[in-house]
């Protein structure tokens, strides 16, 4: 039987978990996802756990930080006056906004905390420093032209 490898087409259904148990996303009941093997269009290690699956096969794998979103990183959080937001934003923990960069790239913001002065916000990647367990089956691949 024929076993996926870089440059394959594939797609998957996977259902990803966080260490408590709870999921944090799944592609159950919904398309496939799609992509490209060693393209880097997914974490690093989700594309190693695909290379060498055979179509029908489901595998479980936890993902370290470093292969999946990275750790938590300390200089990605930032205290921005209150006033640098626009006035129809009421920050709240929790809350996802969107900034853009000096150079034009638009980054993801989380509010992590706000009072009438300030607002903590981190740029971390949600899912960073965490180990994430994903559950996967290769519903279907296509080999490399």
Do not use: C, W
């Not at 490209?36 to 096969?57: Q, S």
């Not at 640098?84 to 790239?105: K, S, Y």
């Amino acid at each position: 039987m024929s076993k996926a490898r870089t440059g394959d087409y594939v797609r998957v259904h996977y259902t990803g978990t966080l260490d408590d148990g709870s999921t944090f996303d799944s592609s159950r009941g919904r398309e496939p996802l799609e992509f490209t093997l060693g393209n880097g269009e997914v974490v690093p290690g989700f594309d190693t756990a695909v290379l060498g699956m055979a179509v029908g096969e489901v595998k479980t794998v936890t993902l370290e930080p470093e292969d999946a979103y990275g750790e938590h990183h300390e200089d990605r959080m930032m205290q921005v006056p209150r006033s640098a937001l626009p006035d129809d934003v009421t920050p709240e923990p929790g809350m996802e906004l969107q900034a853009e960069a000096p150079n034009g790239e638009v980054i993801a913001l989380v509010v992590v905390a706000a009072d009438e002065q300030q607002v903590t916000l981190d740029a971390n990647h949600p899912l960073a420093g965490e180990s994430l367990t994903f559950e996967i089956e290769l519903v279907s691949m296509r080999r490399a032209a």
